[in-house]
């Protein structure tokens, strides 16, 4: 059967002048913006966890002569300490410098860090950074030397830097 109301008796739900689309649909321009965030937050998530993941396997940990030591736990002035008792036994008064920073590379140490870290690069310093964001850990070994090139002093300290 034909449906032989007049369109004025229609309810204003069931007819509107100018809607291109059915009654308690959302509009495709609508669908289409909502598709469209949706994107960019998903995108954006994934984004953040690529970066969390990449970052966390970046970091290469302390450097060996202090792992298994409280440096691992982040105790400023222990390990300040410990880094200290290791580098004087490791590098004893009359140790070549050559040989210290041979030694001190192998494991990771720089002359510089890179030029996004506030540290400044000095000749007779070596530092170390490992840590999560977005704090940095910083071993830090500094000496002075005889005029042969051999360790007169040597020491060692630890330092958290945060953003």
Same mark, same amino acid.
């Given at each position: 059967m034909n449906d032989t109301r007049h369109p004025a008796a229609t309810s204003p739900a069931e007819f509107s002048v100018g809607r291109s689309s059915p009654p308690n649909q959302v509009h495709p321009v609508i669908r289409g913006l909502q598709? @469209?965030?949706l994107s960019v937050v998903l995108l954006t998530i994934l984004a953040v966890a690529v970066f969390a993941i990449l970052f966390e396997l970046s970091d290469p940990g302390p450097p060996l002569m202090l792992r298994n030591t409280v440096c691992e736990s982040g105790s400023d002035d222990a390990c300040s300490k410990a880094i200290n008792a290791i580098v004087a036994r490791k590098f004893p008064a009359g140790t070549p410098v050559s040989q210290v920073t041979a030694d001190l590379a192998s494991e990771g140490f720089k002359a510089k860090l890179d030029d996004n870290v506030p540290v400044p690069a000095a000749p007779n310093t070596r530092y170390?950074?490992? $840590?999560? *964001?977005? @704090? $940095?850990? *910083?071993?830090?070994?500094e000496w002075s030397a005889d005029a042969h090139g051999n360790i007169s002093h040597i020491s060692g300290s630890y330092e958290v830097r945060c953003v």
């Amino acid at each position: 059967m034909n449906d032989t109301r007049h369109p004025a008796a229609t309810s204003p739900a069931e007819f509107s002048v100018g809607r291109s689309s059915p009654p308690n649909q959302v509009h495709p321009v609508i669908r289409g913006l909502q598709w @469209c965030l949706l994107s960019v937050v998903l995108l954006t998530i994934l984004a953040v966890a690529v970066f969390a993941i990449l970052f966390e396997l970046s970091d290469p940990g302390p450097p060996l002569m202090l792992r298994n030591t409280v440096c691992e736990s982040g105790s400023d002035d222990a390990c300040s300490k410990a880094i200290n008792a290791i580098v004087a036994r490791k590098f004893p008064a009359g140790t070549p410098v050559s040989q210290v920073t041979a030694d001190l590379a192998s494991e990771g140490f720089k002359a510089k860090l890179d030029d996004n870290v506030p540290v400044p690069a000095a000749p007779n310093t070596r530092y170390y950074l490992w $840590g999560k *964001f977005p @704090c $940095g850990q *910083f071993a830090i070994i500094e000496w002075s030397a005889d005029a042969h090139g051999n360790i007169s002093h040597i020491s060692g300290s630890y330092e958290v830097r945060c953003v």
